[in-house]
């Protein structure tokens, strides 16, 4: 590992090793106004939300790290407590990018990069059509973490409408992951695309309570063809196969690799280890479990 001192190095290595390293990273694509109605929409990458109840998001539109000086965004929410939080899809990613290009105070971002303007229900600023989900907020607070270049300067958001577009919606209400079409930031220019090929599941364990790791065999730790991904979904089982079960699933499902492997021990582990891992790729953990454990049954 090489090490670095956040003190002892610039600003703007700070900040790449930061961006580097953390994302990716939802974007707010801010729409604000000023004290005479001029609009300003630009993105921020430094956001996340933060509570349901309230509903709270926060961004950040830090210090610029060369000039210090701060943004129209940071000035407006400032003198005008209101913010849209557009969310980006891959649909206007290339839009939003031409509406963070630093253009003057006064320039309407909206006609810069072609995006169609709808009035809020509740605040002043106007929210991005194209995108598909609209946040409108009331900014309760704006905590700056510092006076020096880089700086952030957290908006804390307090929702009060939320605008999603009505095809994203599943049976249940609830919006579908895979219409969505998200983007999000990563580091230097890099950006990732949320689709089918790069979305995948993992069962958040609610309500069940997995065995963990301390319960895995030894065997199973020191397999070089299992991943830790493969042993953290072994060890989230609440219960180990029993023994007959075992027996009967190496009789019914691997009497073939046992019987033409019966000579080379360390070959028909390694080629159990292998099966285990496909089988856990489909889903089927207990049958990985009932593999992996035939080996010594």
Not at 95 to 118: C, H, N, R, W
Not at 231 to 243: F, K, Q, V
Request: net charge negative.
């Amino acid at each position: 590992m090489k090490t670095f001192d956040p003190k002892e190095i610039p600003v703007q290595k700070v900040h790449q090793l930061l961006l580097g390293a953390i994302g990716p990273r939802p974007i707010a694509f801010a729409s604000t106004i000023d004290e005479a109605g001029n609009p300003n929409l630009s993105p921020f990458s430094f956001f996340n939300v933060f509570s349901a109840n309230p509903p709270i998001l926060i961004f950040s539109p830090a210090r610029n790290g060369r000039t210090n000086t701060t943004k129209d965004t940071y000035n407006n929410v400032k003198s005008v407590p209101e913010v849209v939080i557009n969310v980006v899809s891959y649909d206007i990613v290339q839009q939003m990018s031409l509406a963070s290009s630093p253009y003057p105070t006064g320039v309407d971002e909206f006609e810069k990069a072609g995006f169609t303007k709808i009035k809020s229900e509740n605040i002043k600023p106007f929210r991005v059509a194209e995108s598909p989900v609209q946040f409108e907020c009331k900014v309760n607070e704006v905590f700056e973490l510092g006076s020096e270049g880089g700086a952030g300067n957290l908006v804390i958001c307090e929702v009060l409408k939320i605008h999603v577009k009505e095809d994203l919606l599943d049976e249940n209400g609830l919006i579908d992951q895979f219409k969505i079409n998200l983007v999000s930031r990563m580091g230097g220019n890099w950006y990732c695309h949320a689709n089918k090929e790069s979305m995948f599941e993992v069962q958040k364990p609610l309500t069940t309570i997995g065995i963990g790791f301390d319960n895995l065999p030894k065997d199973f730790l020191k397999s070089p063809i299992l991943t830790g991904n493969d042993l953290g979904i072994l060890a989230s089982i609440e219960e180990i196969p029993n023994e007959t079960d075992v027996n009967e699933y190496k009789l019914l499902e691997l009497s073939e690799i046992f019987v033409s492997l019966e000579q080379n021990a360390e070959k028909l582990e390694l080629t159990l280890h292998e099966n285990a891992q496909k089988l856990i790729s489909e889903n089927k953990v207990i049958e990985a479990w009932k593999c992996l454990l035939s080996f010594n049954n």
